[in-house]
């Protein structure tokens, strides 16, 4: 089993300096709230004018993720996909130099700006401002690679008490477990991007454990069906059934199992072609609502209906109660 590492290097700049204790404890009438950008450090630079480098950084992680799983440091992808995930750093970095020549052409605007924000700390703002020379030596992203045998002896022992197959099913259950986390508004089949994400990366890495393969036959079947059920009135049970699918993924050991099994069988979720019937009281049932294609898209939340308050009993006096 051979792989490829990827080890990337990324350095930027905050644009906030140190601050000087001997300011912190000055008093000579300036707010210095106005530049603090936390507890001991001033904002030089603004932060819109750094947020394409943060950006950078998450995208790396992402395009890594997708096809590869956290290994001692780096990245480890298949080497049948290592061009592929070369190809997307080498678009990133692309992008990432050119926000780099942006910010250095427009270095000393941005320190003006900042100056005219805040002018009673002019002083400090250019005296801790950082020099273009700064910016081109400060600000780089590279990467390297490096082959990996997994049958080596010495990696093995080495991933003994901690199997990688555990780690990429770790992996998978944070992406099922951040989406749940963050919620849905959108309509139609919610969290079938996801659980196509999920299968994306178990088939990626399936050369590292055969349950991985398992797993990708399980969730292949899942977004087939859903997609298939997609504007029928079935379709409100393959959103129970995709839903129940990803709560089912947050643990590793599930996703394994899954693996393992090839299916969902041992999940105990409902079929997806049973359509949704919702509970209405027998004095207020009505008719169920239908909906297009067009009015449900993907990872929608359908507002539940309220039940009508049931009517006050009738007040009865006093001298009308029976003992």
Known sequence: MKGIVFLPEMNTISGTRKLDRGLIEAKDGRDLDLVLASAGTIQVLPKEALRPFGAARKAVEVALLFKGTRFFGGYLVDEALAADVHASLAKIKEDFEKAKLRLSANLSGYIDDRCKEVPEWEDLIRGSAPSVEDINQGINFTWIKTPIDLSDPEVEEVLQGDPLAIRIAREMAQIASSWLQRG???????????????????????????????????????????NALRGTPAQAGAVLVVRGVLQAMTSPATILQVGYDGDIAGLG???????????????????????????????????????????????????????
């Open 184 to 226: 849905t508004n959108s309509k139609g089949l919610p969290g079938l991007p996801v659980l196509s994400q999920l299968k994306s990366k178990a088939k990626a890495l399936s050369f590292i454990d055969g349950r991985l393969s398992g797993v990708v036959s399980a969730l292949d079947s899942v977004i087939q069906e859903a």
């Open 269 to 323: 979720l409902p079929e997806m072609d049973e359509p949704v019937v919702p509970e209405v009281p027998e004095a207020v049932a009505q008719e169920p609502e239908s909906f297009s294609d067009s009015e449900l898209d993907d990872d929608a939340v359908v507002e539940p209906q309220r039940r009508p308050a049931p009517a006050p009993a009738p007040v009865v006096p006093v001298s009308q109660w029976a003992f």
